[in-house]
Structures are given as C-alpha cells and as structure tokens.
C-alpha cells in the first residue's frame, strides 16, 4: 500500500491571512532607543491635562497588557456601543479595593476597539493630592472628577470614564459585591446633558474578586488619611505577597448609549431630569452585572 | 482714541522699560512717564526713548502729583513684586506691592483725568490645589484660597482695582492675568531657575506650565493700553509642558527634593545668590494651572504668536544644556547601529552555521485544511 499523502485542497491562491509576525528584537530595541532618546529630550508631546500619550503607549500599556491578557483573562463585549469618534461619558460600576478596573477599562477601549480610544478618567482629589500618584494619573490622562474638566474634555470630542460610585464602591465589603452603592449626586449627568454626547453604561465583573476585603481597619485608615484600610484573606498577613490580585475571570461590557442631546444643555438644571438619567444608567449597569454573573462559570474561568 | 499721556510704573524692570520704550515709539502718544523706585538699568535707559523717568514711591502720595500735573489718562500698573528679596525682605514686598497699589489708585480715582487703568496682574491669583480644575476660566475663582505671599498679594490688588472700578465707573479697567514669562531677555522666575544647571523640584510632582514669550507679553500689554478692552482676561501661550519636560528639553538636570526640605534649599540658594525663589512659588508649581485663552482671542482680540513649547525654545537658544540634545541623538544613533550590526552579524552567524550544518529541508507547510487521500 502506498504512503497516504497530504495534498492541499486550495493549491495555490487564496491563502489564509497569516497574522502579521511581531516585530524582531531589533525593531524592538531600536524602538527602545528611539523612546529613551525621546524621553531625556523631552522631545514629545502632552495636553492641557498633563496627558502623555508617548509614556502611557510605550511604558504603561505594555506593563498592563499580561494582566489584561493571561492573568484576569479579559472578555470585552458591545464595543460597538463605544462611538468611533466623538465624545461619549462611559460610566461603570467600581470595585476590588484598589482600583484596577480603571486600568482595565482603559487597555480594553485602546486594544480592542476598532478606534484604539483613549480612555480619560475621572478621579477623586484624594488621588491628585497624592504625590506621585497624581502627577502618574495625570500623564495616564486622568483628570479631576469635576464638571468643568469633565464639559471640557467631552466638548474636545474625547471618550470620558466616570466611577460615580467612588470610594464607596471600590472599598465596599466583600459581602457586598455586584451591588451598585450610591451615585452620588448625579454630576456625571449634568456633565454629559451640557455636553450633549451620549452616555455608555459599562459594566465590570471580576474586579470584585481580585482582593476581597473581608475587613477594613478604620484606625490604620484614619492615622494614614485614606478612605478605608483594606484587609483581604492575605494582606497584609502575607506581606507584599497579599499584594498579588487573585486570577479572576473578568468580563467589561459596554451597553446601549443613552442619548442626552434632545433634553438640551438646559435639562442640566432640570434636577428631575438628572436624576431619572442618573437611575436609568445605574439600573442598566445593575442589570447587565446580573446577566455577565448569569455568563460566568466560575470565579476563575 | 488712543491715550494721550501714559503712566507705567516699575517702568525699570525689563517689561515696563519695553512697554514704556515701545510706546514712545507711537507718535499719537504725547507723553510716556515711567515711574519706579529705582532708575533703570542703562541698557533700558537707553532704549526708553523719549520717556520721562520720574523716580518716584507708589507708596508715596508724591504720585499723586505726578499724575496730576501731567494730566495722565492712562495708567499702567506693573510695579508688583514676585520675590522677597527682589524687594528686600517679605514686610517690604508686601508693603510695596498692596500699600503701594493702594496709593496709586487713590491717587487714580481723585484725578479726573484718568480714564484707563491697565494691571498686570497674574495666574496665581487661582491658587494651586489638587482640587483645582484642569483649565482656569476667568470667571473661577480659587479652590483653595491662597494664604500667603505673592499670590495673596495679587488677590488682594485686584480686590483694590475692582473697587477702585466701582467707585470709578468712568474709568475702563483691564485686568490681565498673565501666565510665567520666558523668553532670551526677560527676567522671571523661570528664566533665573532654569539658567541653574542642576534645578530642583518638588519629589512626587510634575506640574503642568503654561509659559507666555516676552514678545506676546510686551503686545499684550501695548494693545491693552492703546485699546478698548475692559474686564479681566487670561493672557498665556497656547499648549503647555510638563515640568519635567521642560528641564529636559532645556537639557538641564532635575534633582527631585522631598517637599519638607525645599524651604531650607530656597534659604540656601538664596544666601549663596544663585537665585532668588521661595518655596511658595515651588507649591504654586506642584499642581500647574492651566488658562483658557477664549477670551484672550475672542474678546481681547489677540492670538500669541509663540506656543508654550516655541517660547521654550526660543528661550532654550540662550542657555548652554548641561545634557546637549546632539550628544543624546548621537548616543541614540550609536545605539542603533549597533543594534543593526548586532542583528546582521547574528543572521550571518546563522547562515554560517546552516552551511556548515545543513539541515533537512522542512517540509512545506501547507496552511489550511488538510485532506488525506486513500490511493
């Protein structure tokens, strides 16, 4: 009996697209030279907000990619509902005691959407007044949670993220996972209403389990001015090793843009208004949490 | 209508000696008088022209007939001190700056002569607090108000000026909130602390600076006395630079300093007269502050013609870098050599070793589905 032999079935012609190999090393290293040499010239570019797109490209995105690929294994889903261009206000739930569901958020809207939109954030003083923090958040394109920042970043056209649950969602306890806390006073509204761009409920599961806090030491909090002092299973009983998030598997999924336009920049005073927006987004997002848990198999996978 | 007779004071330091000297330039003008406590340098006395130097103190009701005598329609008012030591100590700083604009708009609003009043005043009146909003907008005020120094001083002159307004109403007033000065021939705060080779900073922060070039200040200032704009306007560069930037671009060293000791090292500098910069000033930096320029362009009706990064530049020509940009691109393109000898000669190694030791050709990969076929 002859040897069984494999022939193609399309020979020649249309050959399956080959994904384009990464670059060599040397593409590579050249790069690095070229970033180095940029950065002690100081030869790049930032906005009126302290934005440096140079370093969140080439130093931040890259240190935050294995954790958004291989460790909590990020799904992304309805970016479609994120417009190409154009401002829009992307509001989510916050969890998980420090907030790394920003940060995900973030590497999610530039990696996996068709666009690569900058994601800019809001954040609390507490973040601003902490040296070195502050001045990382702002070069990540932060920016302080206020309305005036907030109008003037979504008139530039740019994608806006707001928490509007602050620090009572992101240190609540364990126990209370996947429920919204509060909204507070509905600025992100009246923000996006004056604007008038869209707002985009986005909802995050998996950030909740990557440090359960099972405990908040009021004292150590209050002596070190923070909003609460986190105690998990393994910090800080394990030292810097509890310091290591848990492998979670994380869905962020982005909902159907809520219009603003037609109430005009005046429904912005209009606190009926406000405040109905401000219940509809948070029963959106509160809904599709439900539905991504319902999609879940488990924490981990 | 153009103003007829003009009063600068602190006409010896170099914006008010260019204003004073550009405007003697203007044949519609009669008079220029410039005051100040101390006769010009005679560099800028050269170049005053036909200006009259009266030297004179603010603080002093002398002032009063100054502006009398001549008749002055139009005041300008630059004689506002920065530094401590520029003026001689904190006590006389603040002497001179709020008493002695208190004095000259009481000798402004009995002279009924006048009928313009121009302040240079500055960004720092916003404060600088990790509350404040990215960009100021003249109609917000300061998060946190500041407590002390040259910033509550300005607070202080333009809550004296908005009086005077009021009391006035005659009388047009302008308030131009300039953003830091640079440029190759004006002293500020920056151009002194960026001549130092190794420039501390405040560890943990990098503040936003918005810069204005020396030229737009100078027109500036010229378009708000020979026009009719009243009311309060930013006046900056568009586009801003991170501090750190900034001294890399300059090719200058930065030396992080926790912020604790920053007020033994202003002292020090200070007493070894390497320049003169309190550490208010270096918290005045921590955050950045930003200005909105709508009302600059729209209303004022002027577009600086240098960007924040082009006024760096431009300054940038007349300080030597301590890191010259040549020796890091020449360093960079070294670099890159070597990494492409590297890579050529590691291919040549490899094909060297192919021929030494050649390998059974793989077999072709065939993409896609696979059949297998009985025979």
Redesign the interface.
Known sequence: ??E???????PGGD??S?PTPPP???AQ??EL??F??R??????D?????F?PDLTDHVVLPLLRPWFQRWFRVETQGLENVPDVGGALVVANHSGTIPVDSLMATVALHDDHPAARRFRLLGA?LV??T??M??LA??LGA??A?N??AE?LLRAGELVGVFPEGFKGVGKPFSERYTLQRFGRGGFVTAALRAGVPIVPCAIVGAEEIYPMIGNARTAARVLGLPYFPITPTFPLLGPLGMVPLPSKWFIAFGEPIETASYGPAAADDPMVVFNLTDQVRETIQHSLYQLLLQRRSVFS | MPPAVVLVTGVSRWLGGALAAELATDPAIDRVIGVDTVPPAPEVLRRLGRTEFVRADIRNPLIAKVIDSASVDTVVHMNISSTPAGAGGRVPMKELNVIGSMQLLAACQRAPSVRRFVLKSTSAVYGA???????F?EA?QARQVPRGGFAKDSLDIEGYVRSFARRRPDVDVAVLRFAHFIGPRIDSLLTEFFRLPVVPTV????A?LQLLHEDDALAVLVRATTGDFTGTTNVAAP????L????????RIAVPVP?AAIGSLSKLTRSAGMVDWSPEQMRLLN??R?LDLRVLREEFGYSPRFTTAAALADYGRTVAPV?P?EL??S??AG??TA??R??TGITGLRAAGRSLWPRTPDAPL??????????
């Open positions: 009996m002859p069984a032999r494999v022939i193609p079935l399309h050959e399956p080959t060599g090393w040397e290293l050249t030279v070229d180095l040499r950065r002690v010239t100081g030869d790049y930032t906005d009126d907000f302290g440096d003083d601003f007044s040296p070195f502050g001045a702002r070069k920016t302080l206020c005036e920042d003037r | 607090s990790p509350r404040d909003p990215a960009v907008t917000m560890l943990g922060y990098d936003r586009g801003t630079v991170l750190s930037q900034a001294l890399r671009r300059l090719g912020s955050y950045g930003v890191v940009p890091v691109g360093v960079a670099a890159r990494v492409s590297a890579a065939v993409p896609g589905l696979r059949a297998v076929r009985d025979l």
